[in-house]
């Protein structure tokens, strides 16, 4: 198949964009892609590629801006249940932590995933990925940390792989047990910290091994903050994970700084992710790193908060940003990451080309899939969106709205009404 | 025909909802809508209603809300051409006046909308009221203003009859020549609002009175801002207006304090509109009146400002408060109203009942329809959203997508895919 005279076609690079060069579109003006199968061969001006498909397998995307589709490379998408109570609650002055310490917040969800069936799961899950999908997003990343006890947190790995293979969205798993203390062990923070580095991580990953062995194992994350995981006890838990073959991932300095940065980039970790209390050190730590910055404005926002990412001093300093939604019940339901653009933009202070590469191959890197995703370039699967705008920066500009015209997904086109 | 089984109906009131009333949802467990022909005949429960209708005349809205279409009461949405470059430099940190003194900025669209063709504005302008419609605006207040010039602003007037006329949507007409000072009339501003009351304003009027002879004469409305209309300025325009006929409206405080709140209330204006930097004393008087306080908080927002309207100590002074997008290419291109309500809960600390009604029976007294549209009662127009939720919270507590399943207009049923 060729898409063929694109106003704009996006490819940008295969190589993570950092700092300064980050929003290196690398645009072709009357663009077209040539798609084999699922996967891309070609890339070039219209007029070198027209021959190469017959009349009946092109299709025009003149007026039209085609990019690679979104990575949204951090949510919490698995969960039952909604808090649109505890909502109107928070917009008259209540605080997560303080929620979260009244055994409300998280601990609400966590009850509610614990007694849903994988079905009810999966059910409640799908249109949010239906919406995902709509709005442009072709690999997700999504993690368990709403069981907090082995059983539960098996049930949505088990989760995000049925959803996985049902396609066409793809989805990389997380695994977070070390999202909060789980009420079990309520006021025992070490004593759960040992159950996960003891318990729940082998066993998590001899299921693995058992029931999924042809894929690399998941991410293991932790939640480094005050009345979570403290820095000692989420380095207990990542250099478990790690001995035991996991990537790693962290949450760290969304409300406070507790150190996480430094220990992701001391332990190598994949990304540092949330990252709004985060220090010049450890701004500078992440610039000499290969550990991807992922910034989620949507939780700020959410939360009604005006304190963002710092995100032109980590280009400054060098780093690798990329862009997720968060998306999840108790700060930021919002499944597009088009917004997360714009918020980027306004909050961030990105341009639409930064924010762009944020969103795609750098959001690709934050999940080690850059060899295969995230940019338009032969070899590379074809995972493309086509707006029904003919400028880029309409992303970004315009909010609150859909500029989706076409999802291709592993090159099969998906309309989207 | 029947909308039957709704999680919530939202009825909301009649009336205009003022002060502390703001957030009156009347709601109905288990809800149901007659409708016959363009019009609402009986709301109530599913019990009661359901043998009203034969069963091929029933939809069946279980797990869903249903509620008035939101009435969008300040847009600029007929113009010509985009402003994506400025954006980028607006997030640069150039400022709105700033543009607009360097003839960039409004006058640009004015350019590009006094050289499109009517055929050329009804083109561009038709998709963005798709997407309103398809995100759940059943009434579009729009306004001229980027003609500057008789010809011009007649045919922006002539563009919105077309597009109301096409329909589904419908669309009230404002007179906005007052937006800018028109480049003929550069650094002039007295001569351009001698123009706008003796020349423009007879005008419109006899252009109005033989070309929509059926229709009520639109609203007059006027920029009063620093490098637009000082309050002198505003007061001759609108009291010209008020003399010719026109229902009046103003757009005020959104850049300085100039008084035009005061002047508003004095002159009976229907709504005074934009408000961030109203005063105390300009807020009480709106608490006196029976102008109505529409806020736009996009506009901040797409300016990534911090500052919005004062909305708490609008509704604590017995203000009438409604909410709009102000969709336009300069500050704010969104068409949601879903977004206005997710902004308003956060930036104005409105709890989501009090945005929805602000978006509904609020808007329509902003537009002097509240006899019609705005609520869902007996003898109104059958103008109403069923959600693809089941509760009215998910407004405002989810952002960045759309939650409506079907639009009903004027009793016909639309789908969003």
Same mark, same amino acid.
């Given at each position: 198949?060729?898409?063929?005279?694109?106003?704009?076609?996006? &490819?940008? #690079?295969? +190589?993570?964009?950092? /700092?300064?060069? =980050?929003? @290196?579109?690398?645009? *072709?003006?009357?663009?077209?892609?040539?798609?084999?199968?699922?996967?891309?061969?070609?890339?070039?001006?219209?007029?070198?590629?027209?021959?190469?498909?017959?009349?009946?397998?092109?299709?025009?995307?003149?007026?039209?801006?085609?990019?690679?589709?979104?990575?949204?490379?951090?949510?919490?998408?698995?969960?039952?249940?909604?808090?649109?109570?505890?909502?109107?609650?928070?917009?008259?002055?209540?605080?997560?932590?303080?929620?979260?310490?009244?055994?409300?917040?998280?601990?609400?969800?966590?009850?509610?995933?614990?007694?849903?069936?994988?079905?009810?799961?999966?059910?409640?899950?799908?249109?949010?990925?239906?919406?995902?999908?709509?709005?442009? &997003?072709? #690999?997700? +990343?999504?993690?368990? /940390?709403?069981? =907090?006890? @082995?059983?539960?947190? *098996?049930?949505?790995?088990?989760?995000?792989?049925?959803?996985?293979?049902?396609?066409?969205?793809?989805?990389?798993?997380?695994?977070?047990?070390?999202?909060?203390?789980?009420?079990?062990?309520?006021?025992?923070?070490?004593?759960?910290?040992?159950?996960?580095?003891?318990?729940?991580?082998?066993?998590?990953?001899?299921?693995?091994?058992?029931?999924?062995?042809?894929?690399?194992?998941?991410?293991?994350?932790?939640?480094?903050?005050?009345?979570?995981?403290?820095?000692?006890?989420?380095?207990?838990?990542?250099?478990?994970?790690?001995?035991?073959?996991?990537?790693?991932?962290?949450?760290?300095?969304?409300?406070?700084?507790?150190?996480?940065?430094?220990?992701?980039?001391?332990?190598?970790?994949?990304?540092?992710?949330?990252?709004?209390?985060?220090?010049?050190?450890?701004?500078?730590?992440?610039?000499?790193?290969?550990?991807?910055?992922?910034?989620?404005?949507?939780?700020?926002?959410?939360?009604?908060?005006?304190?963002?990412?710092?995100?032109?001093?980590?280009?400054?300093?060098?780093?690798?940003?990329?862009?997720?939604?968060?998306?999840?019940?108790?700060?930021?339901?919002?499944?597009?990451?088009?917004?997360?653009?714009?918020?980027?933009?306004?909050?961030?202070?990105?341009?639409?080309?930064?924010?762009?590469?944020?969103?795609?191959?750098?959001?690709?890197?934050?999940?080690?899939?850059?060899?295969?995703?995230?940019?338009?370039?032969?070899?590379?699967?074809?995972?493309?969106?086509?707006?029904?705008?003919?400028?880029?920066?309409?992303?970004?500009?315009?909010?609150?709205?859909?500029?989706?015209?076409?999802?291709?997904?592993?090159?099969?086109?998906?309309?989207?009404?």
């Amino acid at each position: 198949m060729l898409i063929h005279s694109a106003s704009q076609l996006l &490819t940008l #690079t295969p +190589e993570p964009q950092r /700092g300064a060069a =980050l929003g @290196t579109l690398n645009m *072709i003006e009357d663009g077209a892609v040539l798609i084999e199968g699922e996967t891309i061969v070609a890339v070039g001006r219209t007029a070198e590629l027209l021959d190469a498909a017959p009349p009946e397998e092109r299709l025009d995307a003149s007026g039209c801006v085609v990019m690679p589709g979104f990575v949204d490379p951090h949510t919490h998408l698995v969960w039952a249940g909604n808090r649109a109570a505890e909502f109107e609650l928070k917009m008259a002055g209540a605080k997560y932590l303080d929620i979260l310490a009244a055994g409300g917040g998280i601990l609400s969800t966590v009850r509610k995933t614990r007694q849903a069936s994988l079905e009810q799961l999966l059910a409640e899950t799908r249109p949010r990925l239906r919406t995902m999908f709509a709005y442009g &997003t072709t #690999t997700v +990343e999504v993690k368990t /940390g709403y069981g =907090l006890e @082995t059983e539960t947190e *098996i049930k949505l790995l088990q989760a995000i792989l049925a959803l996985d293979a049902e396609g066409p969205i793809d989805l990389v798993p997380t695994f977070l047990g070390a999202h909060a203390i789980a009420p079990e062990f309520s006021g025992r923070p070490q004593a759960y910290t040992d159950c996960l580095c003891q318990e729940m991580l082998p066993a998590v990953r001899a299921w693995w091994q058992e029931s999924a062995p042809s894929r690399p194992l998941p991410f293991v994350d932790v939640f480094c903050e005050n009345k979570a995981f403290d820095l000692e006890q989420s380095r207990q838990i990542l250099s478990r994970a790690k001995e035991l073959g996991f990537p790693l991932k962290i949450h760290a300095d969304e409300f406070d700084n507790l150190g996480g940065v430094s220990l992701a980039v001391e332990l190598g970790a994949v990304s540092a992710d949330h990252l709004v209390k985060t220090s010049q050190a450890d701004i500078a730590a992440l610039g000499r790193s290969d550990t991807v910055a992922v910034s989620l404005p949507c939780t700020p926002f959410g939360l009604a908060e005006n304190e963002y990412t710092p995100a032109r001093s980590i280009l400054e300093q060098g780093g690798i940003l990329a862009l997720a939604t968060d998306c999840n019940p108790g700060t930021a339901w919002c499944e597009s990451m088009q917004f997360v653009l714009a918020l980027a933009c306004r909050a961030l202070k990105l341009t639409p080309a930064q924010a762009i590469a944020a969103a795609t191959i750098n959001a690709a890197h934050a999940l080690r899939l850059a060899d295969r995703i995230g940019s338009l370039h032969p070899g590379k699967q074809a995972d493309l969106l086509i707006l029904s705008v003919p400028d880029y920066r309409m992303l970004g500009y315009r909010f609150g709205v859909n500029l989706v015209r076409q999802v291709v997904k592993r090159g099969r086109v998906y309309p989207v009404p």
